[in-house]
């Protein structure tokens, strides 16, 4: 679990109190990796704690984090870093968390990022690293995970030296998200909740988080009487109930069609989520129904036809990323969820998207 979490409004602005005590030597920079939708906003650049050698990296979010990314730009802090680093910081969407995550892994495991996709393959503890989101949805500040794209496949780096060490809520920070975006983060969210609510690894450690954070969608997606801030508080604590969720239990149906569509066709995370579960009214048939029901509400029109000019190969690339990811059925549909999910059931499926 994340350690330590501070949660307020304008709660960045005890960085500083945070970060000082962490210092390990004027040598030992903090290195801030930014979402670069923020490189012009001085409203919040101005209150990064800077001092020393300290450094902001600023970093497109336009795609989804990848490992030889994350081998670059650790060379390069090592390169221009006098000595290793006090602290990573990540601030931004499940993109920067990610990345801002597996940096700081990678600064003190040997090799490629790629070799730690996967379950506990991370042998050294990372360097304090602490997450700052700035969209609510994804549970990225939360999770036990960083999802990479590698040469051969989208897949974690799950461990228990992966989470944040330190993170810090301040619902302003999410105030100019986009509206779409907003959607598509929140539904992330949302997804979470019923794929694991309605999962078989369900318990009720999992169960107890996710139905918190279900209500929570339900009131900010369907409601009619937060105002702005309240919903922005609340989504952030939803994404951090769903993400708690998750963390004991596991996803399903949408999310393993939706790393296919990301892997062939770089769609991002939410959006991919959503235009899987437009189409799964079969395995989650409530959570479909008010899903629907929001997106008509916010008047949110998702693409489609995406997957109509695909080849037969390229659909067997998405089909193949799909069906590995066991767990994810597993959880979905049981021990025997082989005899329900084929390959040509998957086709079908993404044939509509
Ligand atoms: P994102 O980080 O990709 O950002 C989406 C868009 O919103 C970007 O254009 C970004 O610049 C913009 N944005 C972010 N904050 C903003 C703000 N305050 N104002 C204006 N624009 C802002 O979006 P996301 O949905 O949060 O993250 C998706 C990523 O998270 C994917 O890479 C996915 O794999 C990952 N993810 C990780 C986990 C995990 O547990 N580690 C879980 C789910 C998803
Ligand atoms: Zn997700």
New binding site residues.
Partial sequence: MVPRVIFGRGSFNQLSDILTPKRLGINAPFIFLV????KSNSWLTSRIPLSYEDIIIYIS??E??KTDQIDILVEEIIVNSKERPSGIIGI???????IA?AVSIMLTNEGKAEDYQGWDLVKNEAIYHVGI???S????EV?R???LTGPERKL?INSDFTPFDQVVLDSE??????KN?WF??GM?CYIHCIESLQGTYLNAFSQSYGDMALELCKEIFLGDDLTNIEAQEKLMMASWHG?MSIVYSQVGVAHAMSYGL?YLLGT???IGNCIVFNHLDEFYPEGVKLFKEMKVKHDILLPQGICTDLSDKEFDIMIDVALNLVPLWENALGKNWKKTITRKKLKLLYKKM
């Fill in positions: 979402d670069d939708v923020f979010a336009a989804e984090p931004g969407g499940g993109t920067l968390l990610d995550k989101p700035t969209i949805g994804t549970g990225a999770s995970t960083t999802v974690g920070l999410t105030k100019d998200v986009p975006q598509y983060t992330d993400g990301s991002k995370h939410g």
